[in-house]
């Protein structure tokens, strides 16, 4: 348990589908990060935000769409979703200010688009 | 910027032998590093950091990594590798943007260990 939960852990949507990722912490963190694991390929970052606003977007498609309501609560909204964007989505969050500070992770989405 | 570069997507190890694995920064500024590991179906999860001080720095089951100025090195190892060791490592900076302090990943090494 690291303090930083996703829900759900597994989902399969169809392509015309909109479904949610939920990720949520307690840790007292400021900053809360989006990012995306595909098999054999870097970890990409999708998504950061600080303070709950957002500082980065790595160029995502608009297909998804992050939400960051307070500071312990981080969405991923999805729709239209390709086959490519089937991966694990990774939540973590961290303090934003403390250069020395470490990412905690949560589980992960397994997220399977057919 | 700062950045990792991990040299090695895997390696392969004896149950027994000793773990390397590689990882490199740059960095115009003293880095602050990260050495992280990922069971399979699982989030990462810290194994151990360097901020200041002490270059040797110990981590949780029985991993260290030393910090290496003059070779921009901040490789891992492990004198005696397990089988639950098998993972995914992946070494890290932290990057400023925007103001914020983001970490930033390298491309992860795949270990493999064989009984």
């Known amino acids: 348990e690291t303090g930083v939960t996703q829900t759900p852990r597994h989902l399969v949507m169809g392509m015309t589908n909109k479904k949610s990722l939920k990720c949520e912490q307690h840790l007292g963190h400021n900053a809360m990060y989006w990012y995306k694991q595909s098999a054999k390929k870097p970890l990409e970052l999708m998504f950061v935000?600080?303070?709950?606003?957002?500082?980065e977007n790595n160029s995502v498609p608009s297909r998804f769409s992050p939400e960051c309501p307070n500071s312990s609560h981080l969405f991923l909204h999805l729709h239209t979703l390709q086959p490519e964007d089937s991966a694990l989505y990774l939540c973590?969050?961290?303090?934003?200010?403390?250069?020395?500070?470490?990412?905690?992770f949560g589980q992960g989405t397994r997220l399977t688009v057919v | 910027a700062q950045s990792v570069t991990q040299l090695g997507s895997h390696v392969s190890v004896s149950e027994g032998a000793l773990v390397l694995l590689r990882c490199n920064y740059s960095?115009?500024?003293?880095?602050?590093l990260f050495w992280y590991v990922q069971y399979p179906n699982q989030g990462l999860q810290l194994l151990l950091k360097?901020?200041?001080?002490?270059?040797l720095v110990k981590g949780i089951n029985g991993f260290e990594a030393e910090f290496k100025k003059s070779e921009t090195s901040f490789h891992l190892t492990k004198p005696s590798a397990h089988m639950s060791d098998a993972a995914e490592y992946f070494c890290?900076?932290?990057?400023?943007?925007?103001?914020?302090?983001?970490?930033?990943f390298g491309r992860g090494t795949s270990l493999i260990v064989h009984p």
């Open positions: 935000y600080s303070l709950e606003e957002r500082v």
């Open positions: 360097y901020t200041t001080g002490a270059t």
């Open positions: 960095s115009s500024v003293p880095p602050y």
């Open positions: 973590a969050s961290s303090l934003s200010q403390g250069v020395n500070t470490e990412a905690f």
């Open positions: 890290a900076v932290t990057q400023t943007r925007g103001g914020s302090y983001i970490p930033t």
